[in-house]
């Protein structure tokens, strides 16, 4: 068979080659397989060390409102009542208002009555958010069978502090003043995203809050106490989730520093180490951007690794440095529901280097994201936890190596602009006799063949666990994990979990052969936490003959560990 190439010079020609010989070799590396495999870049070993989920650190908070003492019983003389009068309703419906206490027109009522009456009031406006608004019958001299009832919305008229934390004083006031609350009726909603904002800052612990009677009738004030956070914490943590070729055996770091000016920054150190000279590390700093809650920071990685196992005979390694900027907004901020909007850039620089055919090839990316993400705690079913996100991927990837361009041109064509759509749901569901049941479901979709730091990976410690790190990549894919779990003792449960996922290679073919994967697999394992140190293992077995990219162990056991500090 003859080809022809029209006006192509013969050193194009001679890079191709020299890309398609690194191919060839790394085949020729490895045992028989029913599917062919390229070695690990730059851009795969950066995709394999973003955690799957990073969200930001959460507080928590309490609201402590006066006590009701009204507890009035339909007793007392009875007189007709004409007409109700309900004064002093500003944010409610009047109407609606009236609606609860006209039954009683027209009738011979008690004073025991009309106070009923008033708490019903009261309790329509606690129903609707006003948490320390109230309606009782005022003293009056009643004519022509005319009562009122008066409602007080209750203002809140100041705000003070008890302020143990790292962050200074006048930040937190700043945050509360930023809301707007004094001078308006007081909305529990509003109230509680107040305190959240206040303990979602680096150094600042529990907040709590609690309104106390104002100088004037329907006012109150509000006292905030703020707690200590921590001024250092972090994790380190050993485990087996690493890619086979650049160590499957890993120590991670992370240290943050809370709150180091006293405004509610944070500085995050974070490194992983493999036992196969993977080397990662990364800076990132972040803080408030004004004061309802918006965050913005900026980023420094950069890794370095050497394939090992069957690719060692390429001498190959390589570089990935990132640099970013990103922020965040809590467009939702409640005690059992939240959403944030985020978005970032990125820098990419990726190298990789063969020294078997003194190969080198250097790559750019520019990225951008935009995400939205939230949670809902509810009582359905005995109580649940769920979550989402939606993102959002633009970039463009600029090959500056020319056998490389020559290459990515004849084949998957990923230079260029791209984008993609990531989707993510989980549940955690209460059930009957102790179990819980937990789903997890994520996919991507893209408009084009991707570089291999944006595909999306289906096999894994967080994929489906009977198949190694790296099985199962392509542009578009999906996944779902399936979990029962039990308490065995206090700390520790015992799942059962099924997995399955699919990864469609290139979106858009452009060799010959199968051009997906389905994985399945289940298996059981144990998670636990004793103080402050954790564990996590499981085995799994993979379901059916789905053909692998490398020699695999079967069953597969994964295990992880730490301390958080």
Not at 46 to 72: H, K
Not at 171 to 191: C, W
Not at 414 to 429: D, E, F, H, N, V
Request: proline share 5%; glycine share 12%.
């Amino acid at each position: 068979m003859s080809h022809s190439f029209s006006a192509a010079p013969s050193a194009t020609l001679s890079r191709v080659g020299r890309a398609v010989l690194v191919t060839l070799a790394a085949a020729a590396a490895l045992p028989a397989l029913a599917q062919p495999v390229a070695p690990p870049d730059a851009g795969q070993v950066l995709r394999e060390l973003r955690p799957p989920i990073d969200v930001p650190p959460r507080g928590s908070a309490t609201l402590t409102v006066p006590a009701d003492t009204d507890t009035s019983a339909d007793i007392g003389q009875r007189f007709l009542v004409r007409q109700i009068r309900v004064d002093g309703v500003r944010e409610l419906n009047a109407a609606e208002v009236h609606a609860l206490v006209a039954p009683l027109e027209g009738t011979q009522a008690s004073l025991g009555a009309l106070r009923q009456g008033a708490q019903r009031i009261t309790q329509f406006y606690r129903q609707h958010g006003y948490i320390v608004a109230r309606a009782f019958v005022p003293a009056q001299q009643v004519a022509d069978g005319v009562v009122t009832i008066t409602v007080l919305e209750s203002e809140l008229t100041a705000f003070s502090f008890d302020n143990r934390s790292q962050v200074r004083t006048d930040v937190l006031a700043g945050f509360v003043e930023a809301q707007g609350l004094v001078g308006k009726p007081i909305v529990a909603d509003a109230m509680d995203r107040t305190l959240l904002l206040l303990s979602d800052l680096p150094g600042v612990g529990n907040v709590s809050g609690n309104l106390k009677p104002g100088a004037r009738v329907g006012t109150s004030d509000l006292v905030v106490e703020a707690e200590p956070g921590k001024r250092v914490d972090g994790d380190l943590s050993l485990d087996n989730h690493g890619n086979r070729y650049t160590g499957q055996n890993r120590a991670n770091a992370r240290v943050t520093f809370n709150s180091l000016t006293g405004i509610g920054d944070r500085l995050d150190l974070r490194g992983t180490a493999s036992d196969q000279d993977l080397l990662s590390g990364r800076i990132a700093y972040d803080l408030p951007l004004g004061r309802n809650g918006l965050r913005g920071g900026v980023a420094l990685s950069t890794t370095r690794y050497e394939l090992g196992r069957e690719f060692a005979n390429l001498d190959a390694s390589g570089t990935a440095n990132t640099a970013s900027a990103y922020a965040s907004w809590p467009l939702l901020r409640g005690l059992n529901q939240n959403v944030w909007l985020a978005g970032s850039v990125e820098a990419r620089n990726l190298r990789d280097r063969v020294g078997l055919t003194s190969s080198q090839t250097d790559k750019k990316a520019r990225v951008g994201t935009l995400e939205a993400y939230g949670d809902l705690a509810d009582a359905l079913g005995g109580g649940g936890y769920s979550t989402w996100r939606v993102a959002a991927t633009a970039g463009r990837l600029d090959i500056d190596t020319p056998a490389a361009a020559a290459f990515d041109a004849a084949g998957p064509r990923a230079a260029g602009g791209y984008s993609k759509l990531q989707l993510g749901a989980s549940r955690l569901q209460a059930l009957p006799a102790g179990f819980t049941f937990a789903v997890q479901a994520s996919g991507q979709m893209a408009r084009k063949n991707l570089d291999s730091s944006e595909k999306f990976v289906v096999g894994g410690a967080y994929g489906v666990r009977a198949y190694p790190q790296g099985e199962g990549v392509g542009d578009d894919g999906w996944l779902l994990n399936l979990e029962l779990r039990h308490d065995v003792v206090p700390g520790v449960q015992a799942m059962v979990f099924y997995d399955a996922g699919g990864a469609r290679f290139s979106h858009d073919p452009y060799a010959a052969g199968r051009n997906h994967q389905t994985l399945r697999g289940y298996g059981v394992g144990l998670q636990g936490q004793w103080k402050d140190f954790y564990a996590r293992t499981s085995i799994a077995w993979r379901e059916g003959d789905a053909p692998l990219t490398a020699p695999d162990r079967r069953p597969r056991l994964w295990l992880a560990g730490g301390w958080r500090f």
